[in-house]
Structures are given as structure tokens and as C-alpha cells.
């Protein structure tokens, strides 16, 4: 296995523009997360999936942000009309989650989103 | 709610020098906890992990310890090396949900 695969690494945009990110998680990880990072700051939340079901989404997260994952594997990020303070990069992360404790999470490298 | 505070940065030190980075938190439930490591232009790696009070985390010669009643986990590396450098984030995760992490350390070693 290859770990979190995230795609793209880097994308330059105008604003206004749609951008879609596409994360594969870990082949048999039942959960995935997308946090967001600026520069000098911890991740953020956005939200996170069990399977194909969104959980939580962040109250931080404006409608111009969906999220999907349609058959419990990979997931997708979208934001619609992109403002230059969406600039950030954009984490994606899996687990195996069942039950028993609080486990980890792999973050795949992430994808650098710049709006221009 | 969960939260997670740890020492600003940057730490700056020697070679061999003793490491510390201090990693306070605020939770429900019975949390996990975690540090991650990021270098330049990465994702996160996780670098330790404890599940209970009193569990001691390590690898790669850092470690740090669960202290429920001061509520801390403070990560300690006897002796840095250059290759060290990287920004340190302490996470918590409790009730099998999100995770919360700190706002990083900058950890600078020069040789």
C-alpha cells in the first residue's frame, strides 16, 4: 500500500473559479478526513466520512465547500467560486477505525490550493 | 471543548542538545494522544502515540508520556540532530471523533 494519495499536489487558480481535489485513503481505512493548513497554523477541520456517510462538518465551512465519497473509498473536495483566502493546503487523512480506542490517522502530502 | 495548546516557536538549538516541547490539552472523554511531524512542504507524520494516562509514547528516540492529572505530553528528545528540524504538532482525538491539534513548533537544529 502507498500510503494517502492526494491529487493534485499543487493547483493555481483565478478566483472565482471551481476546484476540485481528489483524495484515495488507505485501501481498507473505513474513515477519512479533510483538514485545511495556512501557513504557520495547526490543521484545521473540515470534515470527515465513515464509509460513504459525512459525519461532521465544520460550522467554519462556508456552502461553497462540498465533500463526497461515494462508494466509501476515495473522496473529493470541491470549492465553488474560489476567494483568495481559501489559499491554503488542503489535508486529507484515513483510519481504520473499530471501536476499540482512539487510533491514528495518515495524512497523505496534501494539496497546495494558491488563488490568484 | 477539545483543545490542544503547545509552546510557540521556533525552538532553536545545538546539535545533541536536550529537546523539549511543551503540550498542554483540554478534553472530554478519554482522549488519545498524538505527535506529528511535518517537513517542508509535506504532510503530517505521526511520530508517537499514547491511548491512556500514564502510557509512554516514543520513536526515533522522542518520547513523551501521558500525565493525566496535569493534563500534558510534552515531547523529549535526548539529543537532536540536524535532521530533526521539522514543525511538531501535539493532537488529541477522544469519543472516536475529530482530531484537534496544536498550532505547531518550529524546531530548528543547527549542526
Known amino acids: 500500500d502507498t500510503g494517502v494519495s492526494q491529487d493534485p499536489r499543487h493547483k493555481i487558480t483565478k478566483r472565482g473559479q471551481n476546484v476540485t481535489f481528489r483524495c484515495d485513503p488507505i485501501?481498507?481505512?473505513?474513515?477519512l478526513y479533510w483538514y485545511r493548513q495556512t501557513l504557520g497554523q495547526g490543521p484545521e477541520f473540515l470534515t470527515y466520512?465513515?464509509?460513504?456517510?459525512?459525519?461532521?462538518k465544520s460550522r467554519l465551512l462556508s456552502d461553497r465547500f462540498s465533500a463526497e465519497r461515494p462508494k466509501g473509498s476515495f473522496s473529493t473536495l470541491e470549492i465553488q467560486r474560489t476567494e483568495q483566502g481559501d489559499s491554503a493546503m488542503y489535508l486529507c487523512?484515513?483510519?481504520?477505525?473499530?471501536?476499540?480506542?482512539?487510533?491514528?490517522?495518515?495524512f497523505g502530502q496534501g494539496t497546495r490550493l494558491t488563488v490568484v | 471543548g477539545d483543545s490542544v495548546t503547545q509552546m510557540e516557536g521556533p525552538v532553536t538549538l545545538s546539535e545533541e542538545a536536550f529537546l523539549t516541547i511543551n503540550c498542554t490539552y483540554t478534553?472530554?472523554?478519554?482522549?488519545?494522544l498524538f505527535w506529528y511531524v511535518q517537513y517542508p512542504g509535506e504532510g503530517l507524520q505521526l511520530l508517537l502515540k499514547?491511548?491512556?494516562?500514564?502510557d509512554k509514547g516514543s520513536n526515533k528516540g522522542f518520547e513523551a508520556t501521558y500525565r493525566k492529572e496535569t493534563t500534558s505530553f510534552h515531547l523529549e528528545k535526548g539529543s537532536v540532530q540536524v535532521s530533526d528540524s521539522a514543525v511538531y504538532f501535539c493532537?488529541?482525538?477522544?469519543?472516536?471523533?475529530?482530531?484537534?491539534f496544536g498550532s505547531g513548533t518550529k524546531l530548528n537544529v543547527k549542526p
Open positions: 466520512f465513515q464509509n460513504e456517510a459525512q459525519l461532521e
Open positions: 485501501s481498507e481505512h473505513n474513515r
Open positions: 499514547a491511548t491512556k494516562a500514564d
Open positions: 493532537a488529541l482525538r477522544s469519543n472516536f471523533n475529530k482530531f484537534y
Open positions: 478534553a472530554t472523554g478519554y482522549p488519545s
Open positions: 487523512a484515513s483510519s481504520l477505525e473499530t471501536g476499540g480506542m482512539n487510533t491514528e490517522a495518515f
